[in-house]
């Protein structure tokens, strides 16, 4: 059995398997979290050096990947669960069954527990067994982010699976046998309402209303101080049937919430989890290294900003839905299109529906935008809600949707970057590059599957050819996938002409999917000098420019060579490449290289310079 809750051990036949040094634990622990899944070479480097790898970290992750290898070789001939170490593609998957891995056989158990036809008895019992695989806390011998970040996220798996077996247990009847855990228990997390709750009903079944009315202050008190924040629906109505003396109402548990009732919607809008995600565990990190902060005095808003396509969108639903639980009165979300082929969505337009979802009636909604967004800031007021801004096109389209209360966290996505949020309402920027090699080429292999993991080579050439875009990765997996009869090689050679990639990437004519056609929406956006600047620079035949050859490229003096070049780069059309030297990838310069020749003027110069 691999034990990842409590110390990483590895017991084979009673006893416990020496796993190494600490770092070498850590790969282990990394693998066995995704078992059965890749995990590439960078995300092993992220996890193991926390982003500040050795120089030498490839041999030495090498060394423990070969270690581990020979002592699960070892552990299986000794009568332990077969467990292999394949390398794969960009990475390496660890393939043993989830049941001999405490998570998984964990997460199976609750999720059995969970299925609304379970009934009560057999739900209390699966969820006390998935319970007692716990023995401290996670990962609890590993040192360093990664470890603290999934350490979190797994104790809030057990906090929701402690919860819904005390419900289950109340709603048998045995309250008595779950006062003392739940104590225990919100000790440690006193901030987890359900636990609150479970607690606060057991202890009235069992005649204890004083204590339950306490351990309510309590938990008040700690939420206003913390967060600002009055406790959540359900406790404030524990707390008022109790007040009221309905002892029998106040101690029941519910399967499911009731239908009707003064209790206020919790919305939960966001989109579907993107298929497929490789990587970016920095970039995930870092955006909820603002959910630990221990005083938040004020709002948190966070910025995703970077180039189209670079998977902005697709990195913020990731991170909300493994938040979402931080967040008990909802989330918000909005497609702002402010880069779309449709026009872009109207503040008050997007107050509405935020209105709308929070049960505002139409006849209440006020009809200035003004008007709306002071209301929309009264109904959220106190409450612990995540709301996603996505794919905004300026600071003035999101400032009227920014709530006024610090429980609150705000992420917008944009290609600008929206420097107005940063300086005026004190946002925290997170710019997106493109991805890694290593993760481009792993995420390639993963949607193509079969035919990328039999020929690497072009595998990887081909995630170049794509400037390693996750939108331009996508698109070519898809274009892989309906030309079956040509191997990948031949794929990549036709992608070599640059003349011809852009049209071949053009996702069936999606003109939300399609890259020249995504890239095109941040062109239209530019003033006329700036869009003349882009032209230019893709017949530029560096790979990057400075101001002074900007200037000369432009015919503009070197103040507005360098104003036009700031306008290209908050809109993320090049890029610092170095101190005072922009470059854009090669799928952009290709987009520009066609705009300069479709440009008669332009393409005339050229010629005279040939």
């Known amino acids: 059995m691999f034990q990842l809750f ?50 030498d970290a490839r041999k030495v992750l090498y060394t423990y990947v070969n270690r581990i290898r020979r002592l699960l070789e070892r552990a299986h001939a000794a009568g332990g669960p077969e467990a292999t170490l394949v390398r794969r593609t960009g990475g390496y998957v660890l393939e043993v069954e989830p049941d001999r891995v405490d998570l998984h056989r964990f997460r199976r158990l609750v999720t059995t527990a969970c299925d609304r036809r379970c009934p009560d008895t057999d739900r209390a019992g699966l969820l ?69 709750a479970a607690l606060m009903r057991a202890l009235v079944a069992a005649g204890r209303d004083a204590e339950a009315l306490d351990r309510y202050a309590t938990t008040r008190a700690r939420l206003v101080g913390r967060f600002g924040a009055e406790p959540g629906p359900e406790l404030r109505e524990i707390h008022a049937m109790i007040l009221r003396r309905d002892r029998d109402r106040a101690a029941r548990v519910r399967r499911s919430p009731p239908a009707t009732g003064a209790a206020r ?47 902005k969108s697709a990195l913020a639903v990731r991170w909300a839905h493994r938040v979402r639980d931080v967040f008990p009165d909802g989330q918000l979300y909005v497609d702002l299109r402010g880069h779309d082929v449709e026009q872009p969505v109207p503040p008050a337009d997007a107050l509405a529906g935020f209105l709308s979802a929070l049960d505002v009636a139409g006849h209440d909604v006020p009809p200035e935008v003004d008007g709306r967004a002071a209301r929309y800031r009264t109904e959220i007021s106190g409450r612990r809600m995540l709301i996603l801004l996505d794919n905004a096109s300026s600071v003035e389209q999101v400032r009227p949707l920014l709530p006024g209360t610090p429980s609150c966290v705000v992420v917008v996505t944009s290609r600008d970057s929206l420097a107005g949020l940063v300086a005026l309402h004190g946002a925290h920027r997170l710019a997106l590059d493109l991805l890694p090699v290593a993760d481009a080429t792993a995420l390639l292999s993963a949607l193509i599957g079969g035919p990328a993991e039999a020929d690497p080579e072009a595998t990887s050439v081909l995630a170049g050819q794509c400037a390693w875009l996750p939108l331009a990765l996508r698109v070519a997996a898809e274009l892989a996938a309906t030309r079956p009869e040509i191997s990948l090689a031949e794929l990549a050679g036709e992608l070599a002409d640059r003349r011809r990639r852009l049209d071949l990437l053009d996702a069936g004519g999606d003109p939300r999917a399609a890259v020249r056609a995504v890239f095109s929406r941040s062109y239209a956006r530019l003033p006329a000098d700036a869009a003349r600047a882009f032209r230019l620079l893709g017949l530029h035949p560096a790979p990057d420019v400075d101001l002074p050859s900007a200037a000369v490229l432009t015919g503009e003096p070197p103040e507005r060579a360098h104003r036009l070049l700031g306008l290209l780069a908050r809109a993320h059309l090049i890029q610092p490449v170095s101190t005072g030297r922009y470059g854009m990838h090669d799928l952009l310069r290709a987009y520009a290289a066609d705009l300069a020749c479709a440009d008669p003027v332009l393409f005339h110069r050229r010629e005279q310079k040939e």
Not at 164 to 184: F, M, N, S, Y
Not at 275 to 299: I, K, N, Q, W, Y
């Open 6 to 55: 409590g110390p990483v051990t590895f017991t084979v036949q009673g006893g416990r398997v020496d796993l190494g040094p600490a770092k070498q634990r850590t790969v282990l622990a990394a693998l066995l979290a995704d078992a059965g899944r890749l995990v590439t070479w960078s995300a092993l480097v992220d996890r193991v050096w926390d982003r500040a790898p050795a120089t």
């Open 265 to 311: 919607p919790v919305p939960a809008q966001l989109p579907a989890d993107v298929p497929t995600f490789v990587g970016r565990e920095h970039e995930l990190s870092r955006l909820s290294e603002h959910l630990t902060r221990a005083d938040r005095a004020t709002m948190v808003t966070c910025t995703v900003s970077g180039t189209a396509g670079v998977g």
């Open 128 to 196: 006390r067994e998935a319970l007692s695989l716990w023995d401290g806390a996670a990962l609890a011998d590993l040192p360093g982010a990664w470890a603290a970040r999934t350490r979190e996220t797994w104790s809030g798996q057990r906090l929701d699976a402690a919860a819904h077996w005390a419900q289950a247990e109340l709603r048998l009847g045995r309250h008595d046998e779950v006062i003392g855990p739940l104590r225990e228990l919100v000790a440690e997390h006193p901030f987890t309402e359900p636990l609150v």
